[in-house]
């Protein structure tokens, strides 16, 4: 970035954003006014041409526009991305300067724009908030390599034509000057959780649209700025005083917060900018647009972190200069679909059940706000690149949520299929209700008791609706996790007592606190783990920190009153750690009775088999668990040595694959030796085709969301078990991989005989 003070620089690069400025005023079509800022650049900056290249998809540039080169070739000319100098510069996001072009690595001569007679090359990337939009390119005949100054010209170009773009100034006919944010888009992302809805967006922090890119006076516009900044210092620093009793993490990024408004170099560059012609607005949006481009680009996580502040920081600055606060006045529409780069759990829960879906471009499968989705069943896709910059409040959208697939503005023909897709749904769900009071039994006459999981007071209403026989996972991590301080006991004993009365007397199984690995306290310290998944977490940070767990079990007894009480501990991985945690809670049991509280009726303690080292614990664990839960989604992804939270290993291991199903049914084995009750708890439960070959393996008890239960239950009672056995056992010495396609195959010939 130049840094150059020379005043007669500064002055032409002013007059050509006001000459750029007026052509925003111009009555001429999206063509016309493109054609004169292709004019006036080359003019303003001396060469012989000048060209504006638009992305037409997401893999192709088109020339749309340009002084110097053959007119036949506009609109004619394009390349696919990271194609020749051009889509270099788009693909990298970074500008090329060269004074020989043709001997650049990756030059790509294109006889039809006739521009072999020109040498020198700069190309800078039409970049906004981070999303290359095109190409802005200037060429001469003489070979010399473009000036500081002359880059940062272009560059300041670069990103008002960005603006220009927002705001539809250059909508044309043809694919690269269609209007944005009116065209059809299909995002595909990645599953968090299942479901599909259809509604409008409504965006968590909606856009700020600059409307003044270019400004008349620089001294009314720094003064501008300066008062911004000034706002800006008072509101980070008041969030110092009221964090003072905050945790080391949160204190650490309010400083951050505080560097960063402080910085002058910060200023200085934002400063720089209005000199030359830009408004505030445009000055904080330029430096925001290069801290997100360097996000992409920056390995080191604390790096990235800093940059996000950064980034943060810039969108506070830009709604305080145009008092765009976060609440525009936008009212919620009926069917919400919630649009954001990443949201925190805290904040999820108070949309709460309004939402109809969840669009992040972030996230992850194990996330805080996924768990908060999962527990109210609203469907999730996360990792929907570029969706906070092309949707907008309002915009029709449709979240598949079983394909992790996001269509914005869909056209009538994906528009009809969707909807035929959600009418079979609910076609299906009105079937599954008719059976939502039957047992699940086999044709064989094998009952499977299914059970939902839950997290939240407002999934047991689902215990009803969907037919589910009790609780068989109450996660309790969630009452910490949307906190900034430890909840007390007493709100616990309130809480859980809840949750036993809306359970009328089903069983209820309380899951002790599983945080760490991706489930991190706001008030706890982070440990920053090379491998938080297999780290200090769950039942390891409650033995080391007993007093959380003491606390949580007291909970439990208090809030049964004299009822039963079902507990069990998470990801327990030998027989120690079970055996120090039961002593604890009888221990607590003890000291419950001492103190004159009730005790509860009766009580069982489980464990989680999470790890394979349990699988094979001595006989004297089986013997000693009241029940045990195969906890489904971390057993595979340690069994497989596959991370659940890698999008290139995450599907790579089927459920079916005969190691892992024929591993299952050594520990059904196991439990059935020692008559030890046995479930299987996890999405995985959830899908009919592997609930039922769980089922196959022995696994009488399933744990699964509500609506799953539909599903499952309705497939079960269609099949035998027997017949379904002997297909899995086929299969497996046949040396086939993975059961799923035998199985498949005689569903649908069993099915269809029996419908």
């Known amino acids: 970035m130049a840094n150059s003070s020379d005043k007669s620089t500064e002055s032409e690069s002013r007059k050509l954003l006001v000459r750029l ?3 925003l005023g111009d009555e001429a079509e999206g063509q016309a006014r493109l054609d004169h800022i292709t004019h006036l650049i080359a003019d303003s900056i001396s060469t012989e041409v000048c060209s504006i290249y638009l992305f037409r998809d997401d893999e192709t540039l088109e020339l749309c526009s340009s002084e110097g080169l053959k007119a036949e070739a506009v609109h004619q000319t394009r390349m696919r991305l990271g194609e020749g100098l051009v889509g270099r510069v788009a693909k990298k996001g970074q500008l090329v300067n060269t004074a020989d072009a043709p001997k650049e690595p990756g030059f790509r001569f294109m006889p039809e724009t006739g521009e072999e007679i020109y040498s020198s090359f700069l190309g800078v990337p039409i970049q906004r908030l981070g999303e290359t939009l095109g190409v802005l390119v200037v060429q001469s005949k003489i070979a010399r390599t473009f000036s500081d100054d002359e880059i ?6 670069a990103m008002v034509l960005a603006e220009m773009a927002e705001l539809g100034a250059f909508v044309g006919e043809g694919a690269a000057l269609s209007a944005r944010h009116q065209q059809p888009v299909m995002i595909r992302g990645s599953v968090a959780q299942e479901g599909t809805a259809q509604g409008q967006v409504y965006l968590h922090e909606p856009r700020v649209v600059i409307t003044n890119p270019v400004a008349d006076d620089p001294e009314a516009e720094r003064i501008r700025l300066h008062e911004a900044v000034d706002t800006l210092r008072i509101s980070v620093d008041q969030m110092l005083a009221g964090a003072s009793t905050g945790d080391k993490e949160q204190m650490q990024v309010l400083e951050a917060y505080r560097m960063f408004a402080n910085s002058k170099g910060w200023m200085r ?4 900018d209005i000199a030359r012609g830009l408004s505030a607005e445009a000055a904080v949006e ?3 647009s290069i801290a997100r481009a360097r996000m992409s680009q920056v390995p080191d996580p604390y790096l990235r972190e800093r940059l996000h502040d950064l980034d943060d920081l810039s969108n506070r600055m830009l709604r305080i200069l145009t008092g765009q606060g976060k609440d525009t006045g936008a009212e919620m529409p009926a069917n919400p679909i919630l649009v954001a780069r990443n949201i925190g759990p805290g904040e999820l829960l108070e949309y709460g059940r309004s939402l109809k879906g969840i669009v992040l471009e972030e996230g992850s499968v194990g996330s805080h706000a996924t768990i908060v989705a999962r527990a109210l069943a609203i469907p999730l896709v996360i990792h929907a690149s570029r969706i906070t910059t092309e949707a907008l409040n309002g915009d029709h959208i449709l979240v598949d949520g079983e394909q992790g697939i996001v269509h914005l ?8 299929a ?3 897709k959600m009418a079979m749904q609910t076609s299906a769900a009105e079937r599954y209700s008719s059976i939502r009071d039957k047992p699940a039994i086999t044709r064989d006459g094998t009952e499977i008791t299914l059970s939902m999981n839950a997290g939240l007071m407002a999934d047991l209403p689902s215990l009803n609706s969907s037919g589910a026989q009790g609780v068989g996972l109450f996660r309790t991590e969630l009452q910490f996790l949307v906190r900034n301080q430890m909840p007390k006991r007493g709100e616990l004993v309130e809480l859980y007592k809840r ?10 199984v309380f899951r002790t606190l599983d945080i760490g690995s991706d ?7 982070p440990q920053d783990e090379p491998n938080p998944a297999m780290g200090w977490r769950a039942i390891r940070l409650g033995l080391d920190k007993p007093g959380v767990m003491r606390m949580q079990l007291q909970a439990f007894i208090r809030a049964c009153e004299g009822r039963p009480m079902s507990v069990m501990f998470p990801f327990v991985a030998q027989f120690d750690e079970y055996r120090v945690a039961r002593s604890i809670l009888e221990k607590e049991l003890e000291n419950e009775a001492r103190l004159g509280h009730i005790l509860p009726e009766r009580v069982e303690v489980g464990a989680m088999l999470e790890t394979p080292s349990l699988a094979y614990a001595p006989q004297q664990f089986f013997e000693m668990c009241d029940f045990i839960s195969v906890g489904g989604n971390d057993l595979k992804q340690f069994f497989f040595a596959a991370d659940r939270e890698n999008e290139l290993v995450r599907k790579r291991y089927d459920t079916l694959n005969v190691s892992f199903l024929s591993f299952l049914e050594n520990i059904v084995e196991r439990c059935n030796s020692t008559q030890t009750p046995i479930s299987f708890c996890g999405e995985d439960a959830g899908r009919p085709i592997e609930a039922l070959c769980f089922a196959a393996m022995g696994f009488r008890v399933l744990s699964m969301r509500p609506a799953s239960i539909g599903p499952v239950k309705h497939l079960l009672r269609r099949v035998d078990l027997a017949e379904a056995k002997q297909v899995i056992d086929a299969a497996r010495e046949s040396g086939a991989q993975s059961v799923r396609p035998a199985v498949q195959e005689w569903l649908a010939t069993h099915l269809a005989a029996n419908p």
Request: charged share 40%; no cysteine.
């Open 409 to 416: 503005r869909p056209d009538d023909s994906v528009e009809t």
């Open 21 to 23: 400025r007026e052509t």
């Open 269 to 272: 560059r934002m400063e720089e």
């Open 519 to 525: 489930k991190v306290l706001p008030y706890m310290k």
């Open 152 to 157: 940062y010209a272009l560059e300041v170009v």
């Open 499 to 508: 949750v036993l009365n809306a359970a009328d007397g089903q069983r209820v």
């Open 418 to 420: 969707f909807s035929d």
């Open 286 to 288: 330029k430096e925001q």
